[in-house]
């Protein structure tokens, strides 16, 4: 049997889950498979990155793994880190309006409403915006169609306070984008399946949702619903990068990937061509559709947008802090005049990532609307980010060190129709170029369970087609 070659182009986390599992793949079955992954920088891991310093842990990208998707935890303890996986603490969220921090209504789901007295309760919405928000349960169900605006989706249902002054910061916090321009059937399918079945969305969110397991209280924090390593979740990079150790090239990009009569030629950036029998793509729509540009089915990439965000760790003793706040952080709300997007309280969300006596704040600049300051100078940066903390911490101290992170680029945008947009590249894909497969974040998942579960699939794929 001769030998198959695969190429992996991209080193994140979704190239190297393709490649961890299709080498494990390979050696339980005995199979014929030659894998290389190819990296562009000269690390691996992508986005995921920490920061030792000073006794602090700090992520330059993500900070967790949402629990309640599995292929994070089973790829932890595959990698034998189980031992250091730690729970975030469930401490109060809070949005910011109007200069004022409201406490996030208990019982909301992604903002949505599944408790009533805490929503009419709550100082985020006037009389007016809670009344119109009831509406969700006498308006009829939507009209079918195949795609819509998150924006449009819930401000139909819920009204524009409720999604301006809670369900945008939520998810403008986790997607960098403009909630009128994402869309619903990429992101939160599930909401739209439940206005069908159910007419309103609080009563199919009540009916839907798993009811919390009823545990004896103990003392101490509550345990939240995300994970991370107590050594940072750039340990996942280096054990997997351990294992794959010989098959991964760094510093060199992929220019080209062309059909032959035999399979694929893959033209790197030094000049020299590699034969495969198959490929996996994990890098952003822009260099996928640039390295299959020859085939036009690619070109709807190139409309596709992508943001950048800018992550500002600042590290204080906890006294620089004169007005302290129970919780994990904030969201702003974007008709604020903040030109931060959310602030994590990091010492408090994982305690265990801060020395004794000191407070670690994560803040995030580059609303869709501000890319500009993306590009801003550290020391701008910094002065943005301190005059918008002074106004609800009240810190007047600078900072003992701080750590900036540009990520250019690197929020790609579910516009509507990307769902359908996917299933054509894929349908043409598997027409024009068998054996070649797209996986990553700009495809159908940002998050790190995501990416997993796309890298995945793209080997067992390859396994099939080979």
Not at 27 to 41: N, R
Not at 239 to 255: H, N, P
Not at 277 to 299: G, K, P, W
Not at 427 to 448: D, N, Q, R, T, Y
């Given at each position: 049997?001769?030998?198959?070659?695969?190429?992996?182009?991209?080193?994140?986390?979704?190239?190297?889950?393709?490649?961890?599992?299709?080498?494990?793949?390979?050696?339980?079955?005995?199979l014929?498979?030659e894998?290389?992954?190819?990296?562009?920088?000269?690390?691996?891991?992508?986005?995921?990155?920490?920061?030792?310093?000073?006794?602090?842990?700090?992520?330059?990208?993500?900070?967790?793994?949402?629990?309640?998707?599995?292929?994070?935890?089973?790829?932890?303890?595959?990698?034998?880190?189980?031992?250091?996986?730690?729970?975030?603490?469930?401490?109060?969220?809070?949005?910011?309006?109007?200069?004022?921090?409201?406490t996030?209504?208990?019982?909301?789901?992604?903002?949505i409403?599944?408790?009533?007295?805490?929503?009419?309760?709550s100082?985020?919405?006037?009389?007016?915006?809670?009344?119109?928000?009831?509406?969700?349960?006498?308006?009829?169900?939507?009209?079918?169609?195949?795609?819509?605006?998150?924006?449009?989706?819930?401000?139909?249902?819920?009204?524009?306070?409720?999604?301006?002054?809670?369900?945008?910061?939520?998810?403008?916090?986790?997607?960098?984008?403009?909630?009128?321009n994402?869309?619903l059937?990429?992101?939160?399918?599930?909401?739209?399946?439940?206005?069908?079945?159910?007419?309103?969305?609080?009563?199919?969110?009540?009916k839907?949702m798993?009811?919390?397991?009823?545990?004896?209280?103990?003392p101490?924090?509550?345990?939240?619903?995300?994970?991370?390593?107590?050594?940072?979740?750039?340990?996942?990079?280096?054990?997997?990068?351990?294992?794959l150790?010989?098959?991964?090239?760094?510093?060199?990009?992929?220019?080209k990937?062309?059909?032959?009569?035999?399979?694929?030629?893959?033209?790197?950036?030094?000049?020299?061509?590699?034969?495969?029998?198959?490929?996996?793509?994990t890098?952003?729509?822009?260099?996928?559709?640039?390295?299959?540009?020859?085939?036009?089915?690619?070109?709807?990439?190139?409309?596709?947008?992508?943001?950048?965000?800018?992550?500002?760790?600042?590290?204080?003793?906890?006294?620089?802090?004169?007005?302290?706040?129970?919780?994990?952080?904030?969201?702003?709300?974007?008709?604020s005049?903040?030109?931060?997007?959310?602030?994590?309280?990091?010492?408090?969300?994982?305690?265990?990532?801060?020395?004794?006596?000191?407070?670690?704040?994560?803040?995030?600049?580059?609303?869709?609307?501000?890319?500009?300051?993306?590009?801003?100078s550290?020391?701008?940066?910094i002065?943005?980010?301190?005059?918008?903390?002074?106004?609800?911490?009240?810190?007047?101290?600078?900072?003992?060190?701080?750590?900036?992170?540009?990520?250019?680029?690197?929020?790609?945008?579910?516009?509507?129709?990307?769902k359908?947009?996917?299933?054509?590249?894929?349908?043409?894909?598997?027409?024009?170029?068998?054996?070649?497969?797209?996986?990553?974040?700009?495809?159908e998942?940002?998050?790190?369970?995501?990416?997993?579960?796309?890298?995945?699939?793209?080997?067992?794929?390859?396994?099939?087609?080979?």
């Amino acid at each position: 049997m001769d030998k198959k070659k695969v190429i992996i182009v991209g080193g994140g986390i979704t190239g190297l889950s393709a490649a961890y599992y299709l080498q494990k793949e390979a050696q339980e079955k005995a199979l014929p498979i030659e894998i290389k992954l190819i990296e562009a920088s000269n690390r691996v891991g992508g986005v995921i990155e920490t920061v030792k310093k000073d006794g602090f842990v700090i992520e330059k990208g993500p900070d967790s793994i949402i629990a309640r998707k599995k292929s994070g935890l089973n790829l932890i303890e595959e990698l034998g880190l189980k031992d250091k996986v730690i729970s975030n603490t469930a401490g109060k969220s809070f949005i910011l309006v109007d200069g004022k921090l409201h406490t996030m209504p208990e019982g909301s789901f992604m903002g949505i409403p599944t408790k009533v007295t805490p929503f009419a309760f709550s100082g985020l919405f006037s009389p007016l915006g809670k009344l119109r928000a009831a509406g969700d349960f006498v308006l009829p169900k939507g009209k079918p169609q195949s795609d819509q605006s998150l924006g449009k989706f819930f401000r139909r249902r819920l009204g524009n306070e409720v999604v301006e002054n809670l369900i945008e910061p939520l998810l403008a916090g986790i997607y960098a984008g403009d909630i009128d321009n994402l869309s619903l059937m990429s992101l939160f399918p599930n909401f739209y399946q439940m206005e069908q079945d159910y007419r309103s969305l609080v009563l199919g969110l009540k009916k839907t949702m798993p009811e919390p397991p009823k545990t004896a209280k103990k003392p101490g924090a509550k345990k939240g619903m995300f994970i991370s390593l107590s050594t940072g979740l750039e340990e996942i990079v280096v054990q997997l990068e351990k294992r794959l150790e010989g098959s991964i090239m760094k510093g060199t990009a992929v220019d080209k990937v062309k059909k032959t009569a035999d399979g694929y030629e893959v033209t790197l950036s030094n000049g020299t061509v590699e034969k495969a029998d198959s490929v996996i793509i994990t890098t952003d729509h822009f260099h996928a559709q640039r390295m299959l540009a020859e085939y036009s089915f690619m070109d709807s990439f190139k409309q596709m947008p992508s943001t950048s965000v800018a992550n500002v760790a600042i590290a204080f003793p906890k006294s620089a802090i004169k007005q302290d706040i129970d919780g994990s952080g904030f969201v702003v709300s974007r008709n604020s005049d903040y030109r931060i997007t959310a602030c994590t309280w990091t010492h408090k969300k994982w305690p265990g990532s801060t020395p004794e006596g000191m407070a670690l704040l994560r803040c995030y600049v580059g609303k869709p609307k501000d890319q500009e300051a993306v590009n801003l100078s550290d020391e701008e940066i910094i002065k943005i980010v301190l005059k918008d903390l002074n106004k609800t911490m009240d810190i007047t101290e600078k900072p003992l060190f701080h750590v900036v992170t540009r990520w250019k680029k690197s929020m790609p945008q579910y516009t509507v129709g990307h769902k359908e947009r996917m299933k054509t590249v894929k349908e043409s894909l598997s027409e024009e170029l068998p054996g070649v497969f797209l996986a990553g974040g700009s495809f159908e998942g940002v998050g790190i369970p995501d990416c997993i579960d796309q890298g995945i699939g793209a080997m067992k794929k390859v396994l099939d087609f080979l």
